[in-house]
């Protein structure tokens, strides 16, 4: 069994930065490709990023290519989303995911999942 605790959200301006952290209870976080997804108010959750055991190999949907960028550090059991340029549309509860296969674009991919933490994007 995995816990994830998600924190490192909040109300940020425009163009502004935030970065999100999980940490990950067990001693087997290196076993799991990690994700990021977001749901926004009466949309459905939808993928962010990812990234495999290792942090090889990460993945990032089309909108967020060139301001996010996801990391880990496995002796911290933690996985970073580091969110530039946000924008109004990033809006949204972001949820971070584990997976013991490879990472995957769809959220049934994912065995684990965190409480979600809030981030508005506002003036």
């Not at 002796?75 to 013991?100: F, G, H, R």
Request: proline share 2%; aromatic share 14%; charged share 15%.
């Amino acid at each position: 069994q995995v816990q994830l605790v998600e924190s490192g959200g909040g109300l940020v301006l425009p163009g502004g930065s935030l970065r999100l952290s999980c940490v990950a209870s067990g001693h087997t976080f290196r076993s799991y490709a990690m994700a990021w997804f977001r749901q926004a108010p009466g949309k459905e959750r939808e993928f962010v990023s990812a990234i495999n055991w290792s942090g090889g190999s990460t993945y990032s949907t089309d909108s967020v290519k060139g301001r996010f960028t996801i990391s880990r550090d496995n002796a911290k059991n933690t996985v970073y989303l580091q969110m530039n340029s946000l924008k109004p549309e990033d809006t949204a509860v972001y949820y971070c995911a584990a997976s013991i296969r490879v990472y995957s674009v769809n959220a049934y991919g994912y065995d684990y999942w965190g409480q979600g933490t809030q981030v508005t994007v506002s003036s």
